[in-house]
């Protein structure tokens, strides 16, 4: 911690020196009586003084969030010695907002207890964040000496845009032999009906048409196109950005980039990610909701989004 003295030490001393003057000047005595116990508590005050231990911890509620979304943040200080008052500063970084609780605040720290302060952040921007640099200026019984440290107990957090409207998705030119929504122009197992012909050994019984075969008096199926899914890559280009203010070309352009992949996720097509931006980075395709986040956070990675 740094120690410094507080505006308090200069009056003390002022007045008495004041004090002392006056009584040379006016050959008054007394006058030292009045200045003696600002000096003798400016003095006390300085050898007394030692500096406090505080041990302090952040916890989040949780590593991932969406835009909007309320994060809950735990300032834990751990038990240790008595400060009369300790003024505290969560520093919060550009997207991150205080929505309850107080900060900077003001508490009192009791010897042996643990104290736990409160408070609770609306994500207002997706980014790559990290949340639990703290501020503390500690100050003694009579206020005369501050200490004062920066506490880096940072923890990550991700935040992810919000999924944006899309109308319509490109249609893939080719399909891959794996269960998806896109109908293949190829008849095989699937439940897009196709066409329907003569029962042949080997055909299941489950795909007899029977109106057709009671109408013909004789064993007909119905035919199928296989549902099939796509390889589906997405191209971000970060290698330039245009700002003004807080606004940046590369904000439309990673929200179109996730909007796209969440959707094209949703009907079980295999999606990969590239971002090119000094580094070539390469996610391979794959499906799932885990392969949102995985592209999610290599955007994150790139430092695409700067905190």
Known sequence: MTRSPSPKVGAYAGLAALGLLAAVALRLPELVLLAAPFAVVATLSAFQVRTPRIEVDVELDRERALEGELIDVSIRFAPGEAVERLDVLLELPAGLELENGENPTTLRLVEGEERLLSLQLQCVRWGAFRVGRVHLRAHDHVGMFRHEVASDARQPLKVYPTEEAVRTLLRPFETQVFSGNHVARQKAEGIEFADIRQFVAGD????????????????????????????????????????????????????????????????????????????????????????????????????????
């Open 204 to 307: 299941r019984v489950r795909h007899v048409n029977w109106r057709a075969t009671a109408r013909r008096g004789e064993l007909w199926v119905n035919e199928h196109h296989a549902e099939r899914n796509a390889d589906v890559v997405i191209f971000l280009d970060v290698f330039a950005e245009a700002r003004r203010g807080e606004r940046s070309t590369l904000d439309p352009a990673l929200r179109a980039a996730a909007s796209l992949a969440a959707r094209y996720l949703r009907q079980r097509d295999r999606v990969g990610f590239v971002s090119f931006g000094g580094m070539l980075n390469w996610l391979l395709p794959a499906t799932g909701a885990r392969q949102l986040y995985r592209i999610v956070d290599a955007m994150l990675d790139t430092q695409i989004i700067l905190s």
